[in-house]
């Protein structure tokens, strides 16, 4: 079952915040974030994981609600290279564990 | 190279033509991945390479659709009788632990955009 993803789409002006939630039917492990710009390959942002360790590479921060089987990415004071298609992924149980990606949200930062 | 290369970058068939589409993963990434990015979604998993064993193909969505990584580390996705729908962004990913994406991140390539006409 696909992640949803809310909000679908958002329009920002730079220097503004906003959250992206990703929300799953079914137990999460652990959450996966990648941003996706127009043409390009989706870039790693960080992933949650259960006990609430996080690993990633940008200054973006997430939460990660395993009772709720939720995630949120929190993007602050946006910059215009923060535009692009977000992504949650949602690995299964088990071993080996394929990630099924959301919905997708679209982010465009505006001057 | 330092990033996971996948050629060609465009590619247009003709229905009912053979397609294959190449990955070259980071050097010594152990796991690789195929997605399937339709416009303006998610992508979609394929399949998954450990080494050049496939243990995971459930995602193919028809036998049609076939991969191979025979030495482990490049990888062709082959599509035979290619059709409409096939038309998509196929993706490669690769990592560098072998419990797949379970808490690394994966390194995606551009893709391959194929357009079946």
């Known amino acids: 079952q696909q992640p949803v993803q809310s909000p679908q789409a958002v329009i920002l002006r730079e220097g503004e915040d906003a959250v992206i939630n990703c929300s799953s039917s079914k137990a999460l492990y652990s959450v996966h974030w990648y941003r996706q710009k127009h043409g390009e390959a989706p870039v790693f942002l960080m992933i949650l994981l259960k006990g609430g360790e996080q690993k990633g590479h940008e200054k973006i921060s997430a939460s990660f609600n395993e009772k709720k089987q939720q995630s949120s990415l929190y993007l602050t004071a946006s910059q215009l290279s923060y535009s692009g298609t977000y992504f949650c992924?949602?690995?299964?149980?088990?071993?080996?564990?394929?990630?099924?990606f959301g919905t997708g949200t679209k982010l465009q930062v505006i001057p | 190279g330092a990033g996971v290369s996948q050629s060609p970058r465009y590619k247009v068939a003709k229905r009912g033509q053979d397609v294959a589409l190449r990955c070259d993963p980071i050097?010594?990434?152990?796991?690789l991945f195929w997605y399937q990015q339709a416009l303006g979604q998610g992508p979609e998993f394929l399949t998954y390479f450990q080494n050049e064993a496939q243990l995971d193909k459930s995602g193919l969505p028809s036998d049609r659709f076939f991969a191979e990584r025979p030495e482990g580390s490049v990888s062709t996705l082959k599509i035979q009788r290619t059709q409409q729908e096939d038309s998509a962004v196929y993706l490669c990913a690769s990592s560098s632990r072998t419990a797949g994406l379970v808490n690394t991140e994966a390194f995606f390539g551009q893709g391959t955009r194929l357009t079946v006409v």
């Open positions: 050097s010594g990434h152990v796991s």
């Open positions: 992924g949602t690995p299964g149980g088990g071993g080996y564990q394929k990630v099924t």
